[in-house]
């Protein structure tokens, strides 16, 4: 078929089928589901025949389809961030991870997600703790459910900025302080742990040998700004002081 420079690719796209017999165009309603998928595949895909799949009543009932075009690079943003809210919560999820949706799409995503995280079930909340983006398995750390917690500090998207921005955070709860200085991974960082020596729900015992893994002028520096109890920074200072002692006297014998 012919095509002049001034027919866009919607048009041609319409052209195409009617002359291959097909009811394939993106406003039909009797455009199948699979056809629709099929055809959200082509990356070329023109941003008009994105819309109109958008206004495609029948086509929306699919979620599938409606999570297609939200991940389509070329869908209008007029068309995909209001689709983003009324996409199920797993569906949010895959939106947010996979690598060719729109950077500021997968942060509306995030964002959806955040903000349905009170109201969601407590399973939906424990899968997401382990398998969502870095911004919501962060948030999640903050969840009231210990389990919730742990997930999401098992997840492997979870970063050691997202950890120590949580633990610094007023509110940070005791459950939380508790997982991660007792976490086998985390508890071993070293910027995770000023963060602990910092909060002031950390257990004595646990900031007691976090300071004695840093340097002792850098510990007093931490412990300047800290939330700790009076009591622990005096016991946690008291042994730094003999640290250096003992280490005084070795070096003099």
Not at 34 to 47: E, F, G, N, W, Y
Not at 83 to 100: E, I, N, S, Y
Not at 131 to 145: F, P, Q
Request: glycine share 4%.
């Amino acid at each position: 078929m012919a095509s002049d420079e001034s027919t866009t690719g919607a048009q041609r796209f319409e052209a195409e089928a009617e002359e291959g017999g097909k009811a394939a165009s993106p406003a039909d309603s009797a455009l199948r589901e699979d056809s629709a998928l099929a055809l959200l595949q082509r990356p070329d895909l023109d941003p008009e025949i994105l819309e109109k799949l958008a206004r495609n009543g029948n086509l929306l009932k699919y979620s599938k389809v409606k999570r297609a075009l939200v991940e389509h690079a070329k869908t209008p943003r007029h068309v995909s961030l209001p689709l983003v809210r009324t996409l199920f919560t797993f569906d949010l999820m895959q939106v947010a991870l996979t690598p060719t949706t729109p950077a500021d799409v997968k942060m509306a995503a995030d964002e959806a997600l955040c903000n349905r995280l009170e109201s969601i079930s407590s399973g939906e909340r424990l899968a997401l703790a382990r398998r969502a983006s870095t911004r919501v398995a962060g948030a999640l750390l903050h969840h009231r459910e210990g389990r919730v917690i742990h997930a999401a500090l098992e997840n492997s998207r979870l970063t050691e900025a997202a950890v120590v921005k949580a633990l610094l955070r007023a509110d940070a709860a005791a459950g939380l302080v508790e997982a991660v200085s007792h976490h086998p991974q985390w508890s071993l960082r070293r910027e995770v742990r000023v963060a602990l020596l910092r909060n002031e729900k950390t257990p004595m015992t646990r900031a007691l040998e976090f300071a004695r893994s840093l340097p002792p002028r850098e510990v007093r520096e931490i412990l300047h700004n800290s939330r700790l109890p009076a009591n622990i920074k005096a016991y946690v200072l008291k042994d730094q002081e003999q640290r250096a002692g003992r280490t005084a006297r070795a070096g003099g014998e």
